[in-house]
């Protein structure tokens, strides 16, 4: 068995996270064991489609794609995938709808979920405003976030499988009577600590804003409008506690409900805990992401290319001319779509209603990690036009290539069940229903059926935070947080984090030396240090050093062909001013995303990702 090349923080996560123990707690299995058990247990799901198949053969497949870490699942799938418990998926969406039965049904249900190491996702938009009447009781409402916060109690004392701690996503109608109250929940200290919060936005609400006009609230249990507000003042409300806690995200909802592949079956009003996967009642999210580090190649080196780019700064990594091996992304989108299919079919549900939904629609998310370390190894900067095309050119041709795959396996597999054709009679239908916004462009636009497939949608682009630690990557499509910072991967162990291949660069261009290593392990800021060359600077440009216009338009780059969502923290200095996050979530609507978040570094305790002196960061 091939032995994985795994970092030490690697192996601090794998050992704590995800390895299994026995009832002393003792660990009984190595890295490459659990990527066995993984592989086989996935493969398992072949049989059901064709009695003969090799499942060796996809084992072995799936082994090579985890273990030279080219590829790897969510991380119930790593920690629960042939052991008893199975429960395979990351995220849930919940229905909470307006009478004590569905909430504490709801909260319930979240508690089961939590259990099997799942988040949650809930809109509290259906439920009654604060103050309103009660028939039954002849009393008055609590409002929706008297009721959140028992389901965030309901976390704080569910510890998650024994590995994880709950997380939730709690969404708003910008809307509801209630709206602002839930605005201003986070910027009291440690209230609704497991939850993230964020505010559905309406694209009649950003009309709003645009001409500075009112706009009406609405009552859901009636459907009667309450009263109206100014929303450019709410607007700004919403900006000002983002920039003060992190805090509220927004998710734009009519852009989202545009990519909907199953109007049929109801609005997504809510997302996962991190923001990338907008789901239905009763969905669940079933991801894995492709280290784009390992789709490489030194030029030169055989085999035929499709496409050649030239580093923008020749002299800058002269020992990483390195080019996209395009064989070799398709190759592993092909077998990532497989794995990820099969995965829904062995997939233990904590509901029998997820079980349904989910086998239902077989939505699956592939997405990427490493994008900023494979940049710099094109010796490109991530704030540049260059990378913008870099960005779209590889989730144009991933999500192409899912589409193929999927695509076969429908012509072997069926198509996934809930499957309805709305180019022609089923698009009368839908416009006639109150779902028509749902609708894609693609079905607008067109009079021929779209392409049948396996899965509902096929690409999401992950934060993938403990996953890329395990890869040995830089995390999502993010850029270089810095080049050296301190991540709190696991509740109690802070993981001291070098960029390598800025670590190499030095040695290569003779820079590096036991005091420079000194300096980073404080958190050193590259642009202040004149030792080091300005080309290397400007390819190892830091988070805090990229503009937030630059930050949305990476975003945005990787929405237009990615059809869940993305997830991109929008990460300010702590001297950034309220007009930087103000612009940045207005850019984010006017270029195509479906939400956004932001974080200005210092407003909360245990932040993630630190730096050791926050002024360096």
Request: hydrophobic share 35%; net charge positive; glycine share 6%.
């Amino acid at each position: 068995m091939k032995k994985t090349e795994l970092t030490n923080n690697a192996l601090i996560v794998l050992n704590r996270r995800y390895l299994k123990k026995d009832k002393k707690g003792n660990i009984i299995e190595t890295s490459e064991e659990m990527f066995r058990r993984v592989a086989e247990n996935i493969a398992s799901a072949d049989k059901l489609y064709n009695p003969s198949a090799n499942i060796k053969k996809t084992a072995d497949d799936f082994y090579e794609l985890m273990s030279s870490l080219e590829f790897l699942p969510n991380s119930p799938t790593l920690m629960n995938a042939g052991r008893k418990l199975q429960q395979l998926a990351a995220c849930f969406v919940l229905p909470v709808e307006d009478s004590l039965e569905s909430i504490f049904e709801a909260v319930k249900n979240t508690a089961i979920i939590h259990q099997t190491g799942g988040g949650t996702g809930f809109s509290f938009s259906h439920l009654r405003p604060k103050n309103d009447i009660v028939s039954t009781t002849s009393g008055i409402a609590s409002g929706p976030l008297s009721f959140m916060r028992v389901f965030n109690m309901a976390t704080e004392v569910i510890k998650q499988g024994g590995v994880r701690r709950g997380a939730n996503m709690g969404v708003l109608r910008v809307d509801h009577p209630d709206i602002i109250e839930f605005i201003d929940a986070k910027t009291i200290s440690h209230e609704l600590t497991n939850f993230n919060l964020s505010i559905g936005i309406t694209d009649d609400f950003m009309n709003c804003v645009e001409i500075d006009s009112k706009y009406d609230l609405i009552n859901p249990r009636s459907g009667e409008k309450t009263g109206k507000l100014k929303a450019k003042g709410v607007f700004e409300r919403i900006v000002q506690s983002a920039w003060k806690s992190g805090e509220p995200g927004v998710l734009f909802l009519n852009r989202i409900n545009r990519n909907n592949p199953t109007p049929h079956l109801g609005e997504m009003e809510s997302t996962n805990p991190c923001g990338e996967q907008p789901l239905l009642p009763y969905e669940s999210c079933n991801l894995g992401s492709i280290n784009l580090t390992k789709m490489l190649r030194k030029k030169g080196s055989r085999g035929q290319v499709k496409i050649r780019i030239k580093p923008s700064n020749p002299r800058t990594l002269e020992s990483f001319q390195y080019e996209i091996n395009w064989e070799k992304l398709r190759d592993t989108v092909y077998k990532a779509v497989h794995f990820l299919d099969n995965v829904i079919d062995v997939s233990n549900y904590p509901l029998p209603q997820i079980k349904k939904m989910s086998k239902g629609n077989r939505k699956i998310g592939l997405g990427v990690m490493g994008f900023a370390d494979l940049l710099i190894m094109l010796s490109i900067s991530y704030n540049s036009e260059e990378a913008l095309k870099i960005a779209e050119g590889i989730i144009k041709f991933i999500r192409e290539r899912a589409e193929e795959k999927s695509a076969e396996l429908a012509k072997e597999r069926g198509t996934y069940p809930n499957y309805k054709d709305l180019s022609s009679k089923g698009v009368k239908e839908c416009k006639n229903s109150k779902s028509s916004d749902s609708l894609t462009p693609e079905l607008q636009n067109s009079k021929t059926p779209k392409l049948h497939r396996r899965n509902a949608t096929l690409i999401t682009i992950a934060p993938t935070g403990t996953l890329s630690i395990i890869a040995g990557c830089s995390s999502g499509i993010e850029p270089l947080y810095a080049i050296s910072y301190i991540r709190r991967a696991l509740e109690d162990v802070k993981l001291l984090q070098i960029n390598p291949l800025f670590i190499e660069i030095a040695k290569t261009r003779g820079f590096y030396n036991k005091e420079l290593r000194k300096e980073l392990q404080k958190g050193l800021n590259l642009t202040s240090t004149k030792e080091i060359p300005d080309d290397v600077k400007r390819l190892f440009v830091t988070s805090f050093d990229i503009s937030p216009e630059w930050h949305v338009k990476m975003q945005a780059t990787f929405q237009k062909h990615t059809d869940n969502a993305v997830s991109k923290t929008i990460n300010f200095p702590p001297d950034a001013e309220i007009s930087d996050v103000k612009n940045a979530f207005l850019l984010a609507h006017k270029l195509g995303c479906k939400g956004l978040t932001i974080y200005r570094s210092g407003t909360r305790e245990n932040q993630v990702l630190t730096c050791r002196d926050i002024h360096y960061c």
